[in-house]
């Protein structure tokens, strides 16, 4: 029994089936997109992740043995700088208090 399909053939299908099988569709192409939309959430995620510990990493890096950091020593030189002009400013006032006496 030969069975000829063409573009003139009818099918038939209850309709029960029928929106069964849209509905089966419907619900896996919603199950579908919601599987990717989450698993860009966590692609996004890790790699946001990824670039803090970069970021800790570079950070412990340029942490030196004595554990100062290049800001801390040119902090530490600007502080160093003012105590030589208190200094120097608290001689001047010593000064200026003995040429007032």
């Not at 069975?3 to 619900?27: G, H």
């Not at 670039?51 to 160093?80: A, C, F, H, M, V």
């Not at 700088?81 to 200094?87: G, I």
Request: proline letters at 2%; a negative charge.
């Amino acid at each position: 029994m030969a069975v000829k399909l063409n573009d003139q053939s009818e099918i038939s299908i209850p309709l029960r089936n029928l929106i069964a099988l849209v509905a089966a569709a419907t619900v896996s192409t919603y199950a579908y997109f919601g599987i990717i939309e989450r698993l860009n959430t966590l692609e996004g995620e890790v790699e946001r992740a990824w670039g803090e510990i970069k970021e800790n990493d570079t950070w412990i890096e340029e942490w030196e043995s004595s554990g100062i950091l290049p800001l801390d020593r040119e902090q530490n030189l600007y502080i160093e700088r003012l105590k030589e002009d208190v200094n120097d400013m608290r001689l001047e006032i010593k000064e200026l208090k003995k040429s007032n006496n």
